[in-house]
């Protein structure tokens, strides 16, 4: 079978509770800054946990006009900013028609069908609240007029989207794609998960033994996907394989075996063409949730095998909360940052081992190590699991 | 690329609701043809839904299991359309089940009903996952035992046109050796909201829940998307079925046993998408065994 054609993620941008661009972000991530604060944009007093990794002001961008009023079409846009800055990307440098724009959410504009629901009969609040509203509101920002995908595997949705802007460059759909995630902070999923006694009053302490569960945050992360013959310039790295499988076990708890996460890891080890002893580092999903990360535990040691013992392993959702659709995007823009500068951030907060949690997760600080190829995983809601194999530019 | 052939098709559409297997007879709300409405708009039926503009929606099917009590209408249709995919396969859930088949859903909308459920904390309590259109998937994974690739789409009739055109590449790469289309729109809980903007869509909405059973096949498959900057959204008629439009339009072509390639196409915000389908015998329907 022909090899596939390679896929470059040439620049990254993102909007974070720990920073509103790549290197705040990176920088935040390796001192072990915390973005977990009271949750202030939107009313909370109902709910049984009060805090998330919320942005507090979305600065970048100081000119909002023709820019719908959507928390979530504003977060991926600001990600956008930063990418744009980065990588001269606006105005378009190519034929709009071959920028494509793939985006990955479990939420959607929803906050915007809130509004609605409360009476705002805004002319255009539908249309932003349906899932893929604020990825055209993306796409009309940047100007981009070729393919506008969204995706939504819950919370896996930043890795299918990379996925899927690595196939569209590979089809010939288009010369360029903008792919990442986004998911924003509203009543709608903070009362959900609230319910769902899903939260955490602690910190989020993934691996560790006293770990409650989760809290979640908002983010945008995007990255600039280009097939290898056409990079210029500098570059994160390269995004070698994708591989994805459902559990067919339950609509909210993962299959207690973690076998649809292994299967995800091995289709995604063999789309890369590499085996378990290449890779070198492991984003974990790691939520912090007493099942998840005994599971995730698992999973790695029967997929990765003996390799899984020795390799870094850290999980950034301590710091950020859990992002949502955007999670996995930035997870993987962490990997390729730990290889190019030399650096894997802790998992924070993570103090006691849990003995069922017996690989090496990085506790305390960032970790020396230059990582060449990087394993990222996720899971979400519905069975959804996906994961990435990563490579870093030197 | 290569196309694949069809070993299946079921389409449930709200043009012909009375042959939803399992229908309920005393569905929730509303019936097919009618203009209708949840229980909680009965008051405003008259104020904001404009008697023109028809849903015809489908019932909610009824499925035995206490795993179902809790599962929305757009997940009970999904799993009728799996039911009757298989029925026009002629063969039984064992051939689908396995690591080996993929699952792509695609929907503009159908979410939108739990989410306005939760939102609204309508009827006691919506389980808060049931909000999130994986769990349509989810549950079609659960029941038939699916567990290979996935994918998730969200948008019209061109998203479902590129979910074939993924699935045709999934099995085209070997990376799985069947794979399941799966499209459900559902209008009728929204309907007000619908009726708001009712310039964008081609009345009637038709609910419908369609799912397509794919191998690999002998003939060519090409794919091209364009925007055109044109508001209309879907392609299917009569009227609007979102991400379902194609599905609907494809049983439709192998209801005629028409000969030729098979042209699908559709428009959702301005993107305008087709699919060139060479002939292949295995789309007659005659021939899908």
């Known amino acids: ?394 | 690329m290569k196309a694949p052939a069809i070993r299946g098709l079921g389409v449930l559409s709200g043009t012909e609701a009375k042959s939803v297997a399992g229908a309920s007879a005393g569905a929730d709300w509303g019936s097919a043809g009618a203009i209708s409405g949840p229980p909680h708009m009965k008051g405003l039926k008259n104020e904001t839904v404009d008697s023109k503009l028809e849903i015809l929606a489908l019932p909610r099917p009824d499925r035995p299991g206490d795993r179902f009590r809790r599962a929305t209408r757009e997940c009970l249709l999904a799993l009728a359309a799996v039911d009757a995919m298989l029925e026009d396969g002629k063969t039984s859930r064992e051939a689908i089940a396995g690591e080996r088949t993929a699952l792509l859903y695609v929907t503009a909308a159908a979410y939108g009903a739990s989410n306005r459920a939760f939102i609204e904390q309508r009827g006691g309590v919506m389980h808060f996952a049931y909000t999130a259109p994986a769990v349509v998937p989810a549950e079609v994974a659960i029941e038939f035992g699916v567990a290979g690739p996935y994918g998730i789409l969200i948008g019209g009739a061109p998203a479902t046109l590129r979910a074939i055109e993924q699935a045709a590449r999934l099995l085209e790469a070997g990376t799985c050796d069947q794979a399941l289309v799966l499209a459900v729109e559902i209008f009728e809980e929204c309907a007000d909201l619908y009726a708001r903007h009712r310039r964008s869509y081609r009345w009637p909405l038709v609910e419908t829940a369609a799912c397509l059973w794919l191998e690999r096949g002998a003939g060519a498959l090409s794919f091209e998307s364009a925007r055109d900057g044109r508001r209309a959204a879907g392609a299917a008629e009569p009227g609007e079925r979102f991400a379902a439009g194609p599905l609907a339009d494809l049983r439709d072509w192998r209801a005629r046993a028409t000969a030729g390639p098979v042209e699908l196409s559709g428009r959702w915000r301005g993107e305008h998408a087709r699919l060139l389908w060479s002939p292949d015998k295995s789309h007659a329907r005659d021939s899908a065994a």
Not at chain 1, 158 to 169: P, S
Not at chain 1, 203 to 212: A, K, L, M, Q, T
Not at chain 1, 278 to 299: C, F, Q, W, Y
């Open chain 1, 1 to 394: 079978m022909a090899t596939p054609e390679r896929v470059v993620i040439a620049a990254a941008g993102v909007v974070t509770p720990i920073g509103q661009d790549l290197e705040a972000f990176w920088s935040s991530l390796v001192t072990g800054a915390s973005g977990i604060s009271q949750i202030e944009r939107v009313p909370v007093e109902d709910l049984r946990v009060q805090r998330g990794g919320e942005v507090k002001k979305l600065g970048r961008i100081k000119d909002w006009r023709g820019v719908p009023d959507c928390r979530a079409s504003r977060l991926l846009i600001a990600a956008a900013d930063d990418l744009c800055a980065q990588a001269a990307f606006r105005p378009l440098p190519l034929d709009p028609a071959r920028v494509g724009v793939v985006v990955g959410t479990a939420l959607g504009g929803v906050e915007e069908g809130e509004k609605v629901l409360a009476g705002d009969r805004g002319r255009r609040r539908l249309s932003q609240a349906l899932y893929d509203g604020p990825g055209w509101a993306l796409a009309r920002w940047l100007g981009a007029r070729g393919p506008v995908i969204t995706v939504s595997t819950a919370c896996a949705s930043g890795a299918t989207a990379l996925a899927v802007g690595a196939d569209l460059l590979r089809a010939g759909e288009a010369d360029a794609v903008v792919a990442g995630g986004y998911d924003a902070l509203c009543r709608f999923v903070l009362r959900g998960f609230d319910a769902l006694r899903s939260l955490t009053r602690d910190e989020v302490r993934p691996f560790d033994r006293r770990r409650s569960g989760l809290l979640l945050g908002e983010a945008g992360a995007l990255a600039l996907l280009v097939r290898e013959r056409d990079a210029r310039g500098p570059r994160l790295g390269t995004l070698l394989g994708y591989g994805s499988a459902s559990d067919g076990f339950h609509i909210a708890a993962p299959e207690p075996e973690g076998r649809g996460l292994e299967r995800a890891i091995r289709a995604a080890l063999a789309d890369a063409r590499v085996s378990a002893a290449d890779i070198d580092m492991v984003s974990a999903h790691g939520t912090a949730t007493p099942l998840n990360d005994r599971i995730e535990t698992a999973a790695l040691k029967r997929a990765l095998g003996r390799r899984a013992h020795e390799v870094p392993i850290n999980s950034i959702k301590g710091s950020l909360g859990h992002t949502m659709g955007a999670a996995a995007a930035l997870e993987a823009f962490m990997c390729l940052l730990s290889g190019q500068r030399g650096l894997i951030p802790p998992t924070l907060h993570l103090e006691e081992p849990d003995p069922e949690c017996d690989l090496d997760y990085v506790p305390g600080e960032a970790r020396p190590g230059r990582p060449r190829v990087m394993l990222s995983t996720s899971m979400g809601f519905g069975g959804c699991n996906g994961a990435l194999v990563l490579e870093a530019a030197r």
